[in-house]
């Protein structure tokens, strides 16, 4: 019998086609040697080509999730993917402060110097349409991940259609990237990371982390392939999973910046549309 590993937990839909969402989450998470366990908010009917249904699961369903997997297994971070909804958003939100997860329903009391209110990190990728586009929230939800979660946030990960969505800034190069981290550390969050992978102009992809003072800039090339489904949902996750084992935050996003650069490098091509990020580089096939 071995030891019991760090645990993390995902808040997330899933993908039948086993490249993006809860899926996702699981393969970076155990790529990255923690237990991942979930709460599902939505099944989607989704394929390399889109997503073609959404059945979203009751917000209480969800809550008891969060609850079930939080007070008997126990989880060193936690992180959302799709919320599908705002009355979903307002259960997630209300559980996370009942058990522990995230930075409370006050977080101004850690800005002055209170302490943390909680100690689970709480990663929030607010996740608001597939890579083709189809909706994946509703659209009078995006406030409430802005109000109720972003000021319980150690980290917010929005790629930049994500940003143009919830401070109105469009990012083209460093100037606006630092001015949208700024406007969306003004939200709450302890630490933004604005993904840079959306640029798809730029030889290079930058990602940028800001805690409101301090940035740090990833920044490589950018890997010639179509198949990135998911590549949002690896990061968020390997970030999460990194927090998990204990990782300061910095140390976390620089760690999952590996692991997604090496997984869009291995990414394959799936169906006959786009293909995902890969992590099976990082698995040795049983013998
Ligand atoms: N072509 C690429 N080359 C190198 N890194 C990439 C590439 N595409 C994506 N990445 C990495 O993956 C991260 C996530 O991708 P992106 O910015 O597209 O976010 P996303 O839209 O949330 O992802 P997705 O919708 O594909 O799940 C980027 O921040 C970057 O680190
Ligand atoms: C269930 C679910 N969650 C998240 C995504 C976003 O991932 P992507 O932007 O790669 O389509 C998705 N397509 N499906």
Request: hydrophobic share 45%; aromatic share 4%; with cysteine.
């Amino acid at each position: 019998m071995a030891d019991t590993p760090p645990r993390a937990l995902t808040i997330a839909g899933s993908d039948s086609g086993g490249a993006a969402g809860l899926e996702a989450d699981l393969r970076a998470m155990t790529a990255c040697g923690v237990h991942g366990c979930v709460a599902v908010t939505a099944v989607t009917v989704q394929n390399s080509l889109g997503v073609t249904g959404v059945h979203l699961v009751p917000p209480d369903t969800v809550a008891a999730q969060v609850r079930a997997v939080v007070t008997d297994i126990g989880v060193g971070a936690a992180k959302t993917g799709m919320l599908a909804s705002r009355e979903i958003i307002d259960a997630v939100a209300d559980v996370v402060d009942e058990v522990g997860v995230g930075r409370g329903a006050d977080p101004d009391a850690e800005r002055r110097g209170a302490g943390p209110s909680t100690s689970v990190p709480f990663v929030v990728d607010p996740v608001a349409a597939s890579m083709a586009g189809e909706p994946l929230l509703a659209e009078d939800a995006m406030e409430a991940i802005r109000g109720r979660l972003f000021p319980r946030a150690a980290l917010a990960t929005p790629n930049l259609d994500e940003v143009r969505l919830l401070v109105g800034i469009t990012v083209t190069d460093a100037a606006t990237a630092r001015e949208a981290a700024e406007a969306l550390h003004a939200l709450g969050p302890r630490y933004v990371l604005v993904k840079g992978g959306h640029l798809r102009g730029s030889p290079e992809v930058v990602d940028l982390l800001f805690d409101g003072e301090r940035t740090w800039e990833f920044t490589g090339p950018r890997i010639d392939t179509p198949h990135v489904h998911g590549a949002g949902d690896a990061l968020a996750s390997a970030t999460c999973a990194a927090l998990a084992r204990g990782l300061a935050m910095p140390d976390a996003v620089a760690s999952a910046e590996r692991y997604i650069r090496r997984a869009v490098a291995e990414s394959y091509p799936l169906g006959a549309g786009v293909g995902p990020v890969s992590p099976l580089w990082a698995v040795q096939p049983h013998r």
